[in-house]
């Protein structure tokens, strides 16, 4: 990896949730070795606080973010690592998504000791999710299984939190990001993973973005080795997607691209959008396009999202 930078001090803004610090760790490693020198600076953020309601209800995926963009603001710190799914659509003024690092894993993973998947849960089974994209799916999955009886209950806190909860018998089975346990050596608790076709990911699942107040041109040039642009490509589809439906973590919204084997720099995106209240029936898209640019990226986001409300679906506050 060469580095076309001069070597820089820099500190990383993290939460100090195990997985983030392996998310800052992974990053200060990768720095250093193109000769920078790096520390971190661990941060409780108010999404980390706030454990008795679930995010849509508190002020969304943002409570993560807040913190660390005040240290930078505050010049106390000089990037943020973040879960991109965590990363709200619009960065505010002053900062900017200065590099999208290659993605980990971006499906969703089902971990139960007792279960090997939905059709194996007991009469009146619960299962645990965070997430009201995976509520919708998982609902419309027990549907056609005519497993009514199932119950999804709500699931927040750290990574080691919620399989704590699990182990302690409040679930049966619970639905995390593969991604994390992956990174964090806990593949072993993966009993099994859903195609994209069975629960599509959220919009940037898996992958890390690093940001900057949008006047560090050098953190720019030094973190440039690190971009990984055809994950950049793809999450910037499903993010676009998410924007233009004034997404966030109180819609049910998924959004998924993936390259095509077959064809050089043709795009597929996904999208899926459900009714929180489950009144409606999930609208599903499929577009596809040659991207090589950002920009066209973008564009393949907002025809899925003008496809998702012409069958149905309804932007935030619609």
């Not at 000089?78 to 999208?100: E, N, R, Y």
Request: net charge neutral; proline share 4%.
């Amino acid at each position: 990896m060469s580095n076309p930078s001069a070597p820089l001090d820099i500190t990383i803004a993290t939460r100090e949730s195990r997985l983030a610090l392996w998310q800052a760790e992974h990053v200060k490693a990768l720095l250093q070795s193109l000769g920078h020198r790096v520390t971190l600076l661990g941060m409780t953020t108010q999404g980390d606080q706030i454990l008795d309601r679930s995010l849509s209800k508190v002020g969304g995926k943002g409570l993560f973010v807040k913190e660390l963009e005040v240290a930078l603001e505050e010049r106390r710190a000089d990037i943020a690592v973040h879960s991109l799914k965590d990363v709200p659509m619009d960065l505010p003024g002053g900062f900017a998504l200065a590099c999208v690092m290659e993605r980990e894993d971006p499906r969703d993973a089902w971990v139960s000791a007792s279960c090997a998947s939905l059709a194996d849960l007991p009469k009146d089974g619960v299962v645990g999710t965070s997430s009201l994209r995976r509520l919708v799916l998982l609902r419309e999955a027990l549907d056609r299984l005519g497993r009514q009886d199932v119950r999804i209950e709500p699931l927040r806190g750290n990574l080691d939190t919620r399989l704590r909860k699990l182990d302690e018998g409040q679930y049966h089975a619970i639905v995390l990001a593969a991604a994390g346990l992956k990174r964090l050596g806990l593949s072993s608790r993966i009993r099994s993973i859903f195609d994209p076709e069975q629960s599509l990911p959220a919009a940037g699942q898996g992958a890390l973005g690093i940001e900057v107040r949008s006047d560090r041109t050098d953190l720019m040039q030094a973190l440039a080795p690190l971009v990984h642009m055809p994950t950049w490509l793809r999450v910037a589809a499903e993010r676009t997607v998410s924007r233009a439906m004034g997404g966030s973590c109180s819609m049910p919204l998924a959004a998924y691209a993936r390259w095509d084997a077959e064809a050089s720099q043709t795009l597929r995106l996904d999208a899926a959008w459900g009714d929180p209240e489950g009144r409606l029936a999930v609208v599903r898209v499929q577009e596809q396009a040659h991207i090589e640019t950002l920009e066209q990226a973008e564009a393949l986001g907002h025809r899925v999202a003008q496809a998702l409300r012409a069958g149905g679906a309804r932007a935030a506050g619609g």
